[in-house]
């Protein structure tokens, strides 16, 4: 068995909130000088140090390049999937008792649910159910609109939404792992983060209580969450 993680939450997310905390010590580095001669610039430089180099290791510069671009491909290709899949939701209406569904046993009111959420697997999933009914009542909603161009468009941008998942999947994964190899190294850098933290906690929580959330972890992964 590996060596445990000694923080509860994501290897990345470390990194960041790191990122976040060393600009907040750089800013107050007089006040934790003067609390204790150990917090000075040398203590500084090798915090920065160490998460610069877990910065690497966790964000390869040319992987997280291709990650973001093929999570912004992935992302168009599903706000354009919901552009079809409201016109179809329109010719399902149109088709009313010539296709025995309502919207949402067709799949529609998921798939629009698992776009909005960004959840790829939820898209595909419903998309696979959409592409089987539209299968099966092709012909009433050909009668309302649907035409042969759109009905290859759905197939087609399962396809395309599947292929962008995995390779994103695979990047992810791969970080992943590599991270996990290096969990004494990222416990360490936890360590000296909650350290700060707390010279930090001492130094403001009775007199710039606005500086407190700076080095309050549960506040910083929240904010790392919903950046």
């Given at each position: 068995m590996g060596t445990a993680k000694k923080f509860n939450c994501k290897n990345e997310e470390v990194v960041v909130i790191c990122d976040y905390v060393q600009t907040s010590m750089e800013r107050d580095l007089t006040d934790f000088t003067a609390y204790s001669p150990k917090f000075n610039t040398e203590y500084l430089a090798e915090f920065k140090e160490k998460n610069e180099a877990m910065n690497k290791l966790i964000f390869p510069q040319e992987k997280t390049k291709e990650l973001k671009i093929i999570t912004a491909r992935?992302?168009?290709?599903?706000?354009?999937?919901?552009?079809?899949?409201?016109r179809l939701e329109g010719y399902i209406k149109l088709?009313?008792?010539?296709?025995?569904?309502?919207?949402?046993?067709?799949?529609?009111?998921?798939?629009?649910?698992?776009?909005?959420?960004?959840?790829?697997?939820?898209?595909?999933?419903?998309?696979?159910?959409?592409?089987?009914?539209?299968?099966?009542?092709?012909?009433?909603?050909?009668?309302?609109?649907l035409n042969n161009e759109m009905v290859n468009y759905f197939s087609g941008a399962f396809s395309e939404i599947d292929a962008d998942n995995q390779k994103q999947y695979e990047i992810v994964s791969a970080r992943r792992i590599l991270a996990a190899e290096n969990v004494n190294l990222l416990n360490a850098l936890?360590?000296?983060?909650?350290?700060?933290?707390?010279?930090?906690?001492?130094?403001?929580?009775?007199?710039?209580?606005?500086?407190?959330?700076?080095?309050?972890?549960?506040?910083?992964?929240?904010?790392?969450?919903?950046?």
């Open positions: 992935l992302y168009a290709s599903m706000d354009k999937l919901l552009d079809a899949v409201l088709a009313k008792d010539f296709v025995p569904l309502s919207a949402n046993d067709f799949g529609i009111t998921a798939i629009k649910q698992a776009i909005r959420g960004r959840d790829a697997e939820g898209t595909l999933k419903w998309l696979q159910q959409i592409n089987s009914n539209i299968e099966k009542y092709q012909e009433p909603l050909a009668n309302q609109g936890y360590e000296q983060l909650m350290e700060i933290c707390e010279i930090g906690k001492i130094l403001y929580r009775k007199t710039k209580k606005e500086k407190l959330p700076d080095y309050t972890f549960s506040y910083l992964r929240k904010k790392v969450r919903i950046s």
